[in-house]
């Protein structure tokens, strides 16, 4: 298990004076890239390897959102290696250590010359050590899309969209999605589905959908097919 310390700053909360979900995802991909840079398989051991860790799905169920100064523990832990592909649990607690939220994530280790899945090396296997999978429901990876949806304004991607792999970032899926959702959404759970990689120019084209407390977003390429399905229970 790997943890860092933290404060909620001013520039990463709401109207309400609360971390917002974008800053609390921040906070989780900022955990595991942190612990990948203390084990020496960060951002400059992947890109000498030519390799990157790419996400397939997002799951965070969020208890509440901590207040603007409150002082807060962020912890990850990966808990399975199978094949070409890795699972890592995420979590924020209090300073009494209770849980704010608590995440789970699937990922793809890919070989970037040869454009494919490729299984970690044995240096990776022996520096990640495996946590225990922590206690909460696991949905399926899928998010299904109810009827038809209705077309939003579309997105083309610009640079400050992308991350040092250079494509959209993961969380600028989710802040595009919300934008586009209603207002002041308490929300309870987020699930993403990343289904293909969006570069500088791409044009993403929304579906909005709401059914059974969901808001839902496609976020598609020209075609209809999806860079990133993001689905917020509320």
């Not at 959908?209 to 993001?230: F, M, Q």
């Given at each position: 298990?790997?943890?860092?310390?933290?404060?909620?700053?001013?520039?990463?909360?709401?109207?309400?004076?609360?971390?917002?979900?974008?800053?609390?995802?921040?906070?989780?991909?900022?955990?595991?890239?942190?612990?990948?840079?203390?084990?020496?398989?960060?951002?400059?051991?992947?890109?000498?390897?030519?390799?990157?860790?790419?996400?397939?799905?997002?799951?965070?169920?969020?208890?509440?959102?901590?207040?603007?100064?409150?002082?807060?523990?962020?912890?990850?832990?990966?808990?399975?290696?199978r094949g070409f592909m890795g699972s890592r649990n995420f979590w924020m607690e209090d300073e009494e250590g209770n849980a704010i939220a608590k995440a789970n994530t699937l990922w793809t280790l890919l070989d970037l010359e040869?454009?494919?899945?490729?299984?970690?090396?044995?240096?990776?296997?022996?520096?990640?050590?495996?946590?225990?999978?922590?206690?909460?429901?696991?949905?399926?990876?899928?998010?299904?899309?109810?009827?038809?949806?209705?077309?939003?304004?579309?997105?083309?991607?610009?640079?400050?969209?992308?991350?040092?792999?250079?494509?959209?970032?993961?969380?600028?899926?989710?802040?595009?999605?919300?934008?586009?959702?209603?207002?002041?959404?308490?929300?309870?759970?987020?699930?993403?589905?990343?289904?293909?990689?969006?570069?500088?120019?791409?044009?993403?084209?929304?579906?909005?959908?709401?059914?059974?407390?969901?808001?839902?977003?496609?976020?598609?390429?020209?075609?209809?097919?999806?860079?990133?399905?993001?689905?917020?229970?509320?």
């Open positions: 298990m790997y943890s860092f310390n933290t404060r909620i700053r001013y520039s990463e909360t709401d109207e309400t004076q609360k971390l917002t979900l974008e800053g609390l995802l921040n906070y989780f991909q900022d955990c595991t890239t942190f612990h990948s840079e203390d084990l020496g398989l960060g951002v400059d051991y992947l890109r000498e390897t030519k390799q990157a860790w790419v996400l397939n799905v997002w799951q965070i169920d969020v208890e509440r959102f901590p207040k603007m100064g409150e002082r807060v523990k962020v912890c990850t832990a990966p808990y399975d290696f040869k454009q494919r899945p490729v299984q970690p090396p044995q240096i990776m296997l022996d520096r990640y050590e495996l946590g225990e999978k922590i206690d909460m429901e696991y949905l399926p990876r899928k998010i299904a899309l109810p009827g038809e949806g209705e077309a939003r304004p579309e997105i083309q991607v610009m640079r400050h969209h992308l991350d040092t792999n250079h494509h959209v970032n993961n969380g600028q899926y989710v802040k595009m999605a919300m934008e586009l959702m209603p207002e002041n959404v308490c929300v309870k759970r987020l699930r993403v589905e990343y289904k293909k990689q969006a570069f500088l120019d791409d044009v993403l084209y929304p579906l909005y959908y709401e059914a059974d407390n969901k808001y839902i977003v496609s976020l598609n390429d020209p075609e209809g097919k999806p860079y990133s399905v993001v689905e917020i229970s509320y």
